[in-house]
C-alpha cells in the first residue's frame, strides 16, 4: 500500500519525470517480435516501477538488493537452486502452480514441485516400500486414481518422494544412496497402495540469502511435514502435489505456502502390535492413511 504522505510530498514536476521513464521503458519492447514476450517484459516495468516508486527504494537499499541476488546466484549450483528457494518463499512458486493448474470438478489441487524430484526412481509394484532404508516410522498409504467423472484410472504412473526422518532426502546425502522415493503403477481399479514413511517437519536449505532473508524478518524455515506426489496418466492433467499432516503445527507456517486444506490428511497411528493391512510384520509403532487422487481432463 502507498504511503499517501510521502506520496503527497513528491511534486508534479518529479512525477512527470518518472511517469517519462516508465513510459520510455515501455515503449523500448514495442517491437519485440513474439507478441507474449512483449506482454511479459512490458508488465514487468510496469510492476517493477511501481514498486520502486512505492517504497521510494533508496540506491543503497538497491546495492543491497543487487548483492542479494549476486549471492543467490553464486550459491546456486546443479544440486541446489537459490532461486527457486527464493520464488518458493515468495509464494512466487505457488501462485504460479495456482495459475497454471485450474480448479476443475473437484479435481485434487496441485501444489509446489520442490527441489528434490529425480528422475528414474525405482519401481515397486503395489504395497510395496518406498523407505529404502530410510529412518523413519513406517507408513501405510492407500487410495485411488479416478478421473472427475469418477472412474478408475488403471495404469496411471505415481511418483512418490519424501524426507526421512533427519529431515534430509536422498540426494541430500553425498553417498548415492535412492532412499524414500520409488515410483508405482495403479492397478485396474485405480488402486494404489505403498510403504512409506510417516512424513515430519524439515527446515528447507537457510544457510544462505534466503536463510538470511528468513531470519531477517523473522519467519521460519520450516516446512510443514508433507510426503510428494507427482501423477501422470494419458489424456489427463499432470498432477503435482503433496499431502499434508493433520494437527502438524506447521500448516498454517509452512516456509513455502505449500499447504492446501483439501490435501490435509489424518495420519492414523497403530501401536507395534495392530496387524498391518497387508500382514507385514513391522515391530514397532506404524501409521496409516489415505488419498484419493482426482485427475482432470488434459488441457483445463
Known amino acids: 500500500m502507498t504511503d499517501t504522505s510521502t506520496a503527497a510530498t513528491i511534486s508534479e514536476e518529479q512525477r512527470a519525470i518518472e511517469d517519462t521513464l516508465v513510459e520510455t521503458v515501455l515503449a523500448s519492447f514495442d517491437h519485440a517480435p513474439d507478441p507474449r514476450l512483449k506482454q511479459v517484459m512490458q508488465s514487468l516495468t510496469t510492476h517493477l516501477h511501481a514498486f520502486i ?48 493448474n485450474t480448479a476443475y470438478q473437484g479435481a485434487t489441487e496441485a501444489t509446489v514441485f520442490g527441489p528434490f524430484f529425480t528422475e528414474n526412481s525405482p519401481r515397486i509394484d503395489s504395497g510395496g516400500d518406498i523407505a529404502g532404508g530410510a529412518p ?43 532412499a524414500g522415493r520409488a515410483h508405482l503403477f495403479s492397478d485396474e481399479d485405480g488402486g494404489f497402495a505403498f510403504w512409506g514413511l510417516t512424513p515430519t517437519p524439515y ?14 524478518v523473522g519467519r521460519s524455515p520450516f516446512r ?12 489427463l492433467r499432470t498432477l503435482v502435489t503433496h499431502i499434508f499432516v493433520r494437527g502438524d503445527e506447521l500448516l498454517s507456517k509452512d516456509s513455502v505456502f505449500g499447504v492446501k486444506d483439501s490435501l490435509v490428511k489424518d495420519f492414523v497411528q497403530h501401536s507395534a502390535s495392530t496387524p498391518t493391512p497387508d500382514g507385514r510384520e513391522v515391530g514397532r509403532p506404524w501409521s496409516q492413511t489415505r488419498f484419493d487422487i482426482v485427475l482432470a481432463p488434459a488441457g483445463v
Open 224 to 235: 510443514a511435514s508433507h510426503l510428494h506426489f507427482m501423477v501422470t496418466a494419458e489424456g
Open 203 to 216: 527446515p528447507i536449505p537457510h544457510d544462505g540469502p534466503v536463510g538470511k532473508l528468513l531470519e531477517a
Open 136 to 178: 523413519g516410522e513406517p507408513c501405510w498409504v492407500e487410495g485411488t486414481v479416478t478421473d472427475t467423472d469418477g472412474r478408475p484410472v488403471a495404469g496411471a504412473r505415481i511418483e512418490v518422494w519424501e524426507a526421512d526422518d533427519d529431515g534430509f532426502y536422498d540426494v541430500q546425502y553425498d553417498d548415492d544412496r535412492v
Open 53 to 100: 516508486r512505492d517504497v521510494r527504494l533508496t540506491e543503497t537499499e538497491w546495492q543491497a538488493a543487487i548483492e542479494f541476488l549476486t549471492a543467490t546466484g553464486h550459491i546456486t549450483d546443479d544440486k541446489r537452486q537459490e532461486f527457486v528457494l527464493l520464488s518458493d518463499v515468495f509464494g512466487a512458486s505457488a501462485q504460479c502452480i495456482s495459475v497454471n
